[in-house]
């Protein structure tokens, strides 16, 4: 498709686990098409996360200055010509900021761009300082979804307690709650060749905005496997979520667009299940006097689980729990002596991420829900071909990896379709 007169470029932001990435998405009536894009690993988790602790914080300055570099790296030409930004980023987690102190302006190759002042560390989606004892003793949720460690508010209330506060939950830290697609305000100059004045919708979730970006048909199921994974069917219109919350259901109702609902199985393991794997194999390496680099290592475990078909042992890889059995950790079963091998382990653990997600949402449920294909997509899906073998084995629908199914791509088509 290319640019005429009536086209809009619309600018997709997506502020993700691991990398920051930005999509320049030019539409018309008749359709979107991705322009330009570009990710940038963030690298900004912090040293105290590195050494083992419960905690799991990033560097907000890391964030954006990965942001600023993705920007900077598109064409000045398409960015003059964006007339609205869709801004999506990871789930749950929270920043804290000084009213007013939150970021400055400063000089930067392409003009103004704006940096972090007086801001906390992200606290994310992953932090694990909310025991499930802590949890239990905040009130009910006024919700259909439970409260969980790493949620925003509950991490509130753990820094409540540590200063041994006891006044009520402040309020006044919540943002307002409107529509997806509304307008939260303008840029206040250029950035990165963007005009000022450039319409800026309220932020969305990075997992909705992927969604978004790829499901067309209420009988596809779309499978999503980066840092974490999740596999998401479509409810029937006018579907509603129970009143109060199931702290032990492994689905999750999440608010979609337009009154919607997605029956959501989002699981805390994906992607860092099997970088948690190669970063343990590369510190055995280290211990025996080796120094490989995880990259080469990635490679190489993939391509010998590649020449092994199948393995018997089953890995339940649950390393960072689940929001509905918290307390269950990961687990090796029916080892063999003659299954030990780098590809047969590989293989396993990929087998044990997708079968762990079809144990929170079976696969008899997507039959009965009419089900008839499943759209794959995610960083460590694409990267891996061995995962994309387990679910071709595991689920027994045809599955389309979407080249463009990203929550950047997503965030921009809200934008197009709501302007």
């Not at 003059?80 to 930067?108: L, P």
């Not at 337009?258 to 970088?275: Q, R, T």
Request: proline share 5%; charged share 20%; with cysteine.
């Amino acid at each position: 498709m290319e640019d005429g007169p009536d086209s809009v470029c619309m600018l997709g932001i997506d502020l993700g686990t691991t990398s920051v990435k930005a999509a320049l998405v030019v539409g018309t009536e008749r359709g979107q098409v991705v322009a330009e894009s570009c990710s940038r690993e963030t690298q900004a988790y912090t040293s105290s996360v590195e050494a083992g602790l419960q905690g799991m914080e990033q560097d907000s300055r890391r964030i954006i200055r990965a942001l600023n570099e993705c920007l900077a790296a598109l064409p000045q030409q398409q960015l003059q010509r964006v007339s609205h930004i869709g801004i999506s980023g990871q789930m749950h987690g929270i920043v804290f900021w000084k009213r007013d102190q939150g970021c400055k302006w400063a000089e930067g190759g392409t003009g103004p761009i704006f940096e972090p002042e007086e801001v906390s560390h992200l606290v994310t989606w992953q932090d694990g300082r909310c025991s499930p004892a802590f949890l239990s003793s905040l009130p009910l949720p006024q919700s259909h979804i439970s409260l969980a460690t790493g949620f925003g508010c509950a991490t509130i209330y753990w820094y409540l307690k540590q200063r041994l506060k006891k006044s009520g939950f402040p309020v006044h830290l919540l943002p307002e709650v409107g529509d997806p697609g509304s307008i939260a305000g303008r840029t206040i100059c250029a950035w990165h060749g963007i005009p000022k004045g450039t319409k800026v919708g309220i932020a969305l979730g990075d997992f909705q905005c992927s969604v978004y970006s790829c499901l067309t048909e209420r009988t596809d199921a779309v499978l999503n496997i980066s840092t974490s994974a999740q596999l998401t069917i479509s409810m029937p219109s006018g579907f509603q979520p129970p009143e109060t919350p199931d702290p032990s259901s492994a689905v999750t109702y999440f608010p979609y667009f337009d009154g919607d609902y997605l029956a959501v199985a989002a699981s805390l393991n994906g992607g860092n299940v099997l970088a948690t794997f190669v970063d343990m194999v590369a510190r055995w390496t280290e211990e025996l006097g080796f120094q490989i680099q995880e990259s080469a290592i990635y490679a190489k475990i993939i391509k010998a689980a590649l020449d092994q078909n199948d393995s018997h042992l089953s890995v339940r890889p649950t390393l960072f729990g689940e929001r509905h059995i918290p307390d269950q950790l990961a687990s090796v079963t029916s080892i063999a002596a003659s299954e030990l091998s780098l590809g047969h382990v590989t293989r396993a653990v990929c087998r044990g991420v997708i079968e762990n997600l079809c144990s929170m949402l079976p696969v008899q449920r997507l039959m009965e829900t009419g089900v008839r294909r499943i759209l794959g997509s995610g960083s460590a899906l694409a990267r891996n071909e061995v995962l994309r073998q387990e679910v071709e084995r595991i689920l027994p629908f045809p599955v389309v990896y979407g080249k463009d199914v990203d929550a950047a791509v997503g965030a921009a088509m809200v934008m197009f379709h709501r302007k």
